[in-house]
Each structure stands twice: as structure tokens, then as C-alpha cells.
């Protein structure tokens, strides 16, 4: 089914986009500032360094971080989880809503896990930029936040 070109919000119209346009516009319209994409692409280049040769699933093993899942779909107000990253228990649990998507989301949280000092919304920008470099997506992981 194609959508109509004229229809707001419309995430596929989003990922036909150069990719530093989509990453402007995916983060506009969850409400957010206009991310620093030369701070966020250095931020990600370093990132991928460390990463070197390894999956994802490796590098998190190596950091002692293990990987569960949980039946639960835990949401705070209107925002649901896909996953949560805890580095103190060294533990990445993957939620419901991960299934399908869950190696992106691996990789999302391996950029947080390798980069624990980028922080904020910063750090969502470079963590879906580096899943989406990771996985060779054409579009910017952070499109599987907006709604519908
Ligand atoms: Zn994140």
C-alpha cells in the first residue's frame, strides 16, 4: 500500500531521504532539537572503531553485558521500551516490542554500552546512527520511534 505524498507525518516519505535529512526530521518531529550531526557522525565513527570487527551481540558479551528477554511491556505514560540497558548489572534486556526489530535494537544499545560518556538526546541520535551504519540500513533507525 503506498500512501499518499501529501500525508503528514508519513515515516515512508521519511526513508526515501538523504539519511542526514531523515535523522533532521525524525528528531523534529519526536519533539526534539535539531541534533549536531558532525559531533553525532564523529561520535559514531569512534564508536564503530571500538566496535572494530565484532557484531554487536560480541562486543556486549566482552563487556559482560547479557542479553534477556522479558515478557513484560513495561511503559511509563504514553512511552513504551523496546529495551533497557543496565551497565551497573551489565544486563540488556530486550522487551516485546523489540521482536522484529531486535538486532537493530542490539546494536542501538551496543553504542551506549561502548560510548557510556555520551549522554541525552545526544546519545539517542548516535546510537541510531550507529545502529543504522551497523545494520546497513538505508534509513535511520530512530524512524521505528515515531508513532504509527
Ligand atoms: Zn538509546
Given at each position: 500500500?503506498?500512501?499518499s505524498?501529501?500525508?503528514?507525518?508519513?515515516?515512508?516519505?521519511?526513508?526515501?531521504?538523504?539519511?542526514?535529512?531523515?535523522?533532521?526530521?525524525?528528531?523534529?518531529?519526536?519533539?526534539r532539537?535539531?541534533?549536531?550531526?558532525?559531533?553525532?557522525?564523529r561520535?559514531?565513527?569512534?564508536?564503530?572503531?571500538?566496535?572494530?570487527?565484532?557484531?554487536?551481540r560480541?562486543?556486549?558479551?566482552?563487556?559482560?553485558?547479557?542479553?534477556?528477554?522479558?515478557?513484560?511491556?513495561?511503559?511509563?505514560?504514553?512511552?513504551?521500551f523496546?529495551?533497557?540497558?543496565?551497565?551497573?548489572?551489565?544486563?540488556?534486556?530486550l522487551?516485546?516490542?523489540?521482536?522484529?526489530?531486535?538486532?537493530?535494537?542490539?546494536a542501538?544499545?551496543?553504542f551506549?554500552?561502548?560510548?557510556?560518556?555520551?549522554?541525552?538526546?545526544?546519545?539517542?541520535?548516535?546510537?541510531?546512527l550507529?545502529?543504522?551504519?551497523?545494520?546497513?540500513?538505508?534509513?535511520?533507525?530512530?524512524?521505528?520511534?515515531?508513532?504509527?
Amino acid at each position: 500500500m503506498s500512501k499518499s505524498k501529501s500525508e503528514e507525518g508519513s515515516q515512508e516519505d521519511l526513508h526515501a531521504l538523504p539519511l542526514d535529512v531523515q535523522v533532521e526530521a525524525c528528531e523534529v518531529r519526536l519533539g526534539r532539537r535539531p541534533p549536531d550531526l558532525a559531533r553525532a557522525h564523529r561520535e559514531v565513527a569512534s564508536a564503530l572503531a571500538r566496535l572494530g570487527t565484532r557484531t554487536p551481540r560480541e562486543a556486549l558479551a566482552d563487556l559482560g553485558v547479557a542479553i534477556a528477554l522479558s515478557g513484560d511491556d513495561p511503559s511509563i505514560g504514553t512511552t513504551t521500551f523496546r529495551a533497557l540497558l543496565d551497565l551497573e548489572e551489565r544486563t540488556l534486556t530486550l522487551y516485546p516490542r523489540a521482536s522484529g526489530v531486535a538486532d537493530v535494537v542490539i546494536a542501538h544499545e551496543t553504542f551506549h554500552a561502548l560510548s557510556p560518556h555520551v549522554s541525552g538526546a545526544h546519545a539517542e541520535v548516535c546510537a541510531n546512527l550507529f545502529a543504522t551504519a551497523v545494520q546497513g540500513l538505508s534509513w535511520y533507525a530512530g524512524l521505528l520511534d515515531l508513532p504509527g
